[in-house]
């Protein structure tokens, strides 16, 4: 099945223009690693570029949604429906040459995601999902894993930064996690193909503390509608407010919860 609803045309259509300004940037930033000014001052213009992309060809679709992004900030129009953009998550990789970072767009729709994009340009791997409507992985559809026994689980997790005032607390819990699980724990570099890889069964779960909106906004849905459940750290559902969430099937984030608390 293909989702090709007005507004999953949109964002694909959105995310394809963009992600090939992307491609063509990672091809110089591999090049730059070796200058000694370094590609940082590229990077940033990049993630610029691609976010003034995304906006241009969503609001010209659809000029009367609102706005928010990671670099632009919030653009108020139509408050009822909403485009959440993340031009490049997990910048940091993108910066060194890594290939290993995406494009996420999600649509909210009285303050509900309605629609979700995870594109990872390099991969050309696109996690799509409408409420109501499945998840998938380029036209395949996607479910989280089956596993029920958090020690056989593949666990990803983000952070924390070197500035981040809960960066003992995250060491604690990821030492709490090793205890727990046969496998090591893995860390990215990008929390929205965490979420997406948890939604295609990729891994069994995911946590992290500090997470924006537009980090998480795409993949809620793509989760939700891959089977998955979404919890804050202390296992209610205010992920988005508390900045700290939890992603796994509905046995696996039982577990997780109970170990974090």
């Known amino acids: 099945m293909k989702l090709n609803s007005a507004n999953i045309n949109v964002m694909v259509n959105a995310c394809r223009k963009a992600s090939k300004t992307l491609i063509r940037d990672f ?19 990049s993630d610029k570029k691609v976010e003034k992309i995304l906006i241009e060809e969503l609001l ?28 490049i998550d997990g910048t940091a990789n993108f910066l060194h040459g890594i290939p290993h970072f995406a494009i996420s767009v999600g649509l909210e729709h009285n303050n509900e995601i309605i629609c979700g994009i995870i594109y990872d340009p390099i991969k050309d791997e696109m996690f799509i999902a409408e409420k109501g409507k499945g998840a998938y992985l380029n036209n395949y559809r996607i479910r989280v894993s089956s596993r029920s026994k958090l020690k056989d689980c593949i666990i990803f997790t983000g ?23 046969s496998i090591p724990i893995r860390k990215l ?12 069964g990729r891994c069994d779960g995911f ?15 793509i989760v939700k509608e891959a089977g998955g459940f979404l919890k804050d750290i202390s296992g209610g559902e205010n992920y988005i407010e508390n900045k700290t969430i939890i992603v796994a099937n509905s046995k696996i984030s039982k577990e997780m919860i109970e170990v974090l608390n």
């Open 27 to 45: 091809g110089e930033v591999e090049k730059l690693q070796v200058s000694l000014k370094g590609p940082g001052d590229f990077v940033t213009a």
């Open 189 to 200: 570099g990008s929390a929205s193909l965490d979420i997406a890889y948890v939604a295609a």
């Open 159 to 181: 952070g924390p930064k070197r500035e981040a005032k809960d960066k003992e607390l995250s060491l604690k819990e990821y030492l709490k996690f090793s205890s727990e699980v």
């Open 60 to 87: 010209k679709a659809r000029p009367t949604y609102s706005i928010l992004s990671e670099e632009a900030g919030e653009i108020n129009n139509d408050i009822s429906f909403k485009w959440v953009i993340d031009p």
């Open 207 to 221: 946590w992290q503390r500090n997470l924006n909106y537009w980090d998480i906004a795409a993949g809620i849905i």
